[in-house]
């Protein structure tokens, strides 16, 4: 039986982060996302102790928002866009260790929605629009929407963020390769996500793949979207989400689930961190531990294999620390669609310094599948050595 009071011993995680560059593993993918590298140093040089997470990459925010409102009133149009973007990813970090919906996470929240609202109004260089998607009980989903700039009838890319990342991160509206590639991206915050987390849309055993049909719904009535070739793209716990959206609505015409966590929860759960279970904890608002086990023994994709039928791409490091590898094997094994699985060798989780080679490589592989190029009965796995 695994000890859940661990977590509450901070001298171990305390320790760590004093002799460790704790977030070395995750600056590659904060650069990917729009996180400028010099902005990362500074903030994660000032974080000797998990406490000041919070309070560091805060400070960071705010001084990007200061230097937005500078620009603004000089009538540096450009300059202030950037800054209140960087603000809002900044603020990000800040929100997402705090498990509870508190006054601190809240203000710090509508900060985030705040300047992410004003970069989007200040933002010339291709459209990018926060939106509201109707779900269920009234409430509504948030999401960012990007068309591609003056094309009508574009295929379109639904995002699916992970556990710890949040819609305003992927893909850059400064460096989207899927709009590059005439793409159209919606990326949600589904339940307990980021702003539903704000909202109390907790996340359940089936309705995020609700959320996905919701997400595709509003996409039907977009005129610049092409409903019929609808892409889906699904990191980290969002590999295990995005296969459920897509057994789930035969709409989906291809999937891509990358930094598996696809079959049993204990690897990530009971064996890693404990922020990981704390945060799913609050994310699924599942507080006592007996229930929360018992909900993930049934969060597998096993037996939702079977129907999905779109072409879809599995993609993991060989040493994925939240999920071992026989776990990405089986379920590619299972899948009867056209399928491929990528492993990156001696890679972890995250996928390290082969992230900036993915995201180009994810980007071609679901154009080639919306366009019809991967045919059935397609079977094929790539490992990717090491360089």
């Not at 904060?30 to 500074?42: I, L, Q």
């Not at 985030?112 to 990018?128: G, K």
């Amino acid at each position: 039986m695994i000890d859940h009071s661990r977590k509450g011993q901070k001298w171990v995680v305390e320790d760590f982060y004093k002799v460790m560059d704790v977030f070395g593993f995750r600056a590659v993918m904060f650069v990917e996302w729009g996180f400028r590298p010099a902005d990362v140093k500074r903030t994660t040089d000032r974080i000797k102790l998990p406490g000041a997470v919070v309070k560091e990459w805060a400070r960071t925010a705010r001084q990007e928002e200061e230097l937005a409102r500078e620009a603004e009133a000089k009538g540096h149009r450009e300059s202030a866009a950037e800054f209140y973007y960087r603000a809002a990813l900044y603020y990000g970090p800040a929100c997402g260790v705090i498990h509870a919906n508190t006054e601190r996470k809240r203000e710090l929240y509508a900060r985030l929605v705040h300047c992410y609202q004003r970069f989007t109004e200040l933002f010339d260089e291709a459209p990018v629009r926060r939106v509201e998607i109707p779900f269920e009980n009234g409430k509504t989903i948030a999401g960012v929407f990007q068309p591609v700039p003056g094309v009508e009838k574009a295929p379109c890319v639904l995002l699916v963020p992970g556990m710890d990342t949040i819609k305003e991160y992927m893909p850059s509206p400064y460096h989207n390769q899927f709009r590059r590639r005439g793409m159209a991206t919606l990326t949600i915050d589904g339940p307990g996500q980021g702003e539903s987390n704000i909202r109390e849309t907790w996340v359940t055993l089936d309705n995020f793949e609700r959320a996905g049909s919701a997400a595709i719904d509003w996409l039907e009535t977009r005129p610049e979207v092409d409903a019929k070739r609808i892409g889906l793209y699904g990191w980290s716990m969002g590999s295990y989400w995005a296969p459920r959206i897509a057994a789930h609505d035969a709409r989906v015409k291809a999937m891509v689930g990358a930094m598996g966590v696809y079959e049993q929860k204990d690897t990530i759960f009971k064996h890693g961190k404990p922020a990981y279970r704390a945060n799913y904890m609050y994310m699924s608002n599942v507080h006592d531990e007996q229930a929360f086990d018992d909900m993930i023994a049934h969060m597998t994709l096993s037996p939702l294999a079977e129907n999905i039928h779109c072409p879809t791409l599995l993609v993991m490091g060989e040493f994925d620390e939240l999920c071992p590898l026989e776990d990405g094997e089986r379920l590619f094994e299972r899948l009867k669609c056209p399928k491929e699985l990528w492993v990156y060798e001696n890679e972890t989780h995250t996928f390290g310094g082969r992230l900036p080679d993915f995201y180009l490589h994810v980007a071609d592989w679901l154009r080639d599948a919306i366009d019809g190029r991967i045919k059935p009965g397609h079977a094929r796995r790539v490992d990717h050595a090491a360089r």
